[in-house]
């Protein structure tokens, strides 16, 4: 079955700066990517998407980029706020065609200092 | 509408209680999901319906019984828990088409089994 890796487990940034995290997945079949974000208490939120015809998609301060071929993806927050400090999930899935789960990373527990 | 919503919020149970949890989502999504998250972990998929029939069972023990009496509606039936199954247990849902599939996530019910 599919092997999400995601890295850093933990990542502090000062509140401005940008933040980067890593994920690689295992199955070259899995042609779905979201990232969740998830605070305290609460389900997780989607934030951004890609699928593999695409290589990269931008959504205001957040943005996703995908190597198909390294099988690694990436999301990126510019001028990070305090609100952005949570948890941030990667996940693959055989999107595209029928129900399908999610695998997710471990997550990234982003803290952004004042 | 474009809301999952989950109840109880919180369910504390006994080794020998008979529990439900509830969904419920009222987006048309065809495809509904539970998933189980275990504290500072990602969540892991348990069961997945397409249009009302199960399709994916990611070999849960018997004492957890999914069912889908209606495409708005999904139910988690538990008997017989064992401490080691309090988490949170979330339920998504989805469009079941080869053109989306991005899954929304309600806040989950938090488990205690003493």
């Known amino acids: 079955g599919e092997n999400v890796e995601q890295h850093p487990s933990t990542l502090s940034v000062q509140e401005g700066d940008s933040a980067v995290i890593k994920c690689t997945y295992s199955?070259?079949?899995?042609?779905?990517f979201p990232w969740y974000k998830q605070e305290l208490g609460k389900g997780p939120q989607l934030i951004i998407d890609?699928?593999?015809?695409?290589g990269e998609k931008k959504d205001q301060r957040i943005a996703v980029t995908l190597n198909k071929t390294a099988k690694h993806f990436s999301l990126h927050i510019t001028e990070t706020q305090p609100e952005d400090s949570a948890v941030y999930f990667c996940?693959?899935?055989?999107?595209?065609?029928?129900?399908?789960?999610?695998?997710f990373g471990k997550g990234t527990h982003l803290i952004i200092q004042p | 509408d474009t809301e999952v919503t989950q109840t109880p919020k919180h369910l504390v149970m006994g080794m020998t209680n008979k529990k439900s949890l509830k969904c419920e989502q009222h987006?048309?999504?065809?495809?509904m999901y539970w998933y189980k998250q275990k504290a500072k972990k990602p969540p892991e998929l348990m069961f997945v319906?397409?249009?009302?029939?199960?399709?994916i069972n990611e070999s849960v023990p018997s004492r957890f019984s999914p069912e889908c009496p209606n495409s708005s509606l999904l139910n988690l039936h538990l008997h017989a828990l064992q401490p080691e199954d309090s988490a949170l247990y979330l339920c998504?849902?989805?469009?079941?088409?080869?053109?989306?599939?991005?899954?929304?996530f309600g806040p989950g019910t938090r488990l205690t089994v003493l």
């Open positions: 998504a849902s989805s469009q079941e088409n080869r053109h989306t599939n991005e899954q929304f």
């Open positions: 996940a693959a899935s055989i999107g595209g065609g029928g129900a399908d789960g999610l695998t």
């Open positions: 987006m048309g999504h065809r495809a």
């Open positions: 319906y397409s249009y009302e029939k199960l399709s």
């Open positions: 199955d070259s079949a899995s042609n779905y």
């Open positions: 890609i699928r593999s015809n695409v």
